[in-house]
């Protein structure tokens, strides 16, 4: 049973469909027709810890994927190399995501605006992700200035009191059968940030499938417990930024 439940417990791919926009919609909204085929250069996205912006980059990637279109994927400023730069310059690519653009040290920076003007150029796409906003972005005056040319939007995150209803139509689109207790005692007793709470709501939708049992607050309770006792200590997941 715990190996049945370690299983469980690997999170869904990042996607549209499992993130809730909340108070972001038309930031939804433009990030699709950017990734699909968006006019503009760039898409900076920043805001606070835990609010989706990593979810966001893979699933923008993971799209751009699905369709068809060339892409690629720094899930770090620091991925880009010099021989980052050279297969970019010759590859087909329609879209390049960097997560964690503020990340980047000065020698990164250097490279990033040599990759911004290769994606200018070749009328690349580019999706970055930021924990700060664009104006105290820590990178050089000319890279910031570039970054501004694009969309700029901030991620909010979900209020408090819209969580329970907007958990309950997550449940309700995909099928899974949620009580009122079970929201309440998950929103109590859980970890509070969206990404984590609909990683939990997947995982016990996957153990009462597994099990033949229905998702009740006693399921959770005992879900909650294995996972304090298994999980690390400390670390945002990939989800988390």
């Known amino acids: 049973m715990e190996q049945l439940a370690f299983e ?27 990734v699909t085929g968006g006019r503009d250069t760039g ?6 810890p835990g609010v989706g912006k ?19 994927m720094f899930a770090h400023p620091r991925e880009i190399d010099e021989a980052a730069l050279a297969s970019v310059g010759a590859a087909a690519e329609q879209v390049i995501v960097v997560d964690g653009i503020d990340l980047a040290d000065e020698a990164t920076a250097a490279r990033l605006f040599t990759l ?9 796409r580019l999706i970055a992700t930021s924990r700060t906003p664009l104006a105290a972005l820590p990178l050089r005056e000319d890279l910031r200035t570039r970054l501004g040319w694009g969309l700029v939007y901030e991620l909010l ?17 995909r099928g899974i059968v949620l009580s009122d207790d079970v929201i309440e005692y998950l929103l109590r007793h859980g970890r509070r940030d969206m990404p984590s709470l609909l990683a939990t709501l997947a995982a016990l939708d996957r153990q009462s ?16 417990q294995r996972e304090l006792e298994w999980k690390p200590a400390a670390a945002d997941t990939p989800h988390s930024a």
Request: glycine content about 8%; overall charge positive.
């Open 209 to 224: 499938l597994a099990t033949k049992r229905p998702i009740t607050v006693p399921l959770l309770k005992g879900w909650l």
């Open 157 to 173: 995150a979900l209020e408090d009191a819209a969580k329970p209803a907007a958990l309950a139509g997550y449940a309700k689109g």
């Open 116 to 124: 911004y003007n290769v994606i200018k150029e070749r009328q690349v």
């Open 8 to 34: 469980l417990a690997v999170p869904e791919p990042p996607s549209f469909a499992n993130f809730l926009a909340g108070r972001n919609a038309e930031l939804v909204e433009a990030l699709l027709a950017f």
């Open 43 to 48: 898409m900076l996205i920043w805001g606070g």
């Open 54 to 72: 990593t979810h966001l980059a893979h699933a923008s990637f993971a799209l751009a994927q699905e369709r068809g279109l060339g892409a690629r």
